[in-house]
């Protein structure tokens, strides 16, 4: 069963990844050419939102977003959200409408395409089994929020092969508190369902939740010190709110 959703998916999926070298990157570097780069950061960002919903949908996966009125309005935002599915990054960036860099592992680079957007979403490339190249990552991660540039990170490193949450990585926090960039806590609920977990041809829901942000700029030592149980504390809550 798994595999013929997955097959007939495919069918959708890999149209829209292969044609985007024609619609969205050339239009996007023909416009960068004339000195239109926002225009092209943002035609990328369209098109990113219409191939993530376009794949989504081909799964039969509807993904419920709240909290929208949460986001802040500036740039040096840190979302930090736990992590379940290969599709996460497809709900941020189609039914969420948010665009962010992200850590990347190095072999991606590698892949036809998806480094086309992973080069796209401006990402961070790590070297996992590096630990210099790790902290290399991590500097060039805090910079590019120093630069009010968005991040989304997963603290728990990589994703859960259960529906549950995690231990989430303390380290993460410093990213932001580094920076004084924005925290937004993001819980992510069943789309683990929606490709790891395939078993049938039902709509899969899940759910997209953003907490309020939580700015690290005048944090006191004590409030940094406690900051871990109040951000992955909330997103643990709101995991539990959520419907199963």
Partial sequence: MKRIRIAVA????IPLLI????YAFIPAGILALFGAKKIASRWLELCGRFISNGILFSLGVRVHVDGRENLPTETNICYMANHQSMLDILAFAGPAKLWASIFAKAEIKKVPIINFW???LDC???ERTSPHDAVKAVLKGVQKLKDGKPMLIFPEGTRSKVNAIGDLKTGSLKLATRSKAIIVPITIKGLRNGLEGITDFRR???YFSIGKPIPTASLSKEEIATLHDRVYGGVKTRFNELPN
Avoid: K, T
């Fill in 10 to 13: 495919c069918l959708i999926a």
């Fill in 19 to 22: 044609l985007s070298l024609v």
């Fill in 118 to 120: 992973c080069y796209a």
């Fill in 204 to 206: 899969v829901h899940a």
């Fill in 124 to 126: 961070v490339f790590i």
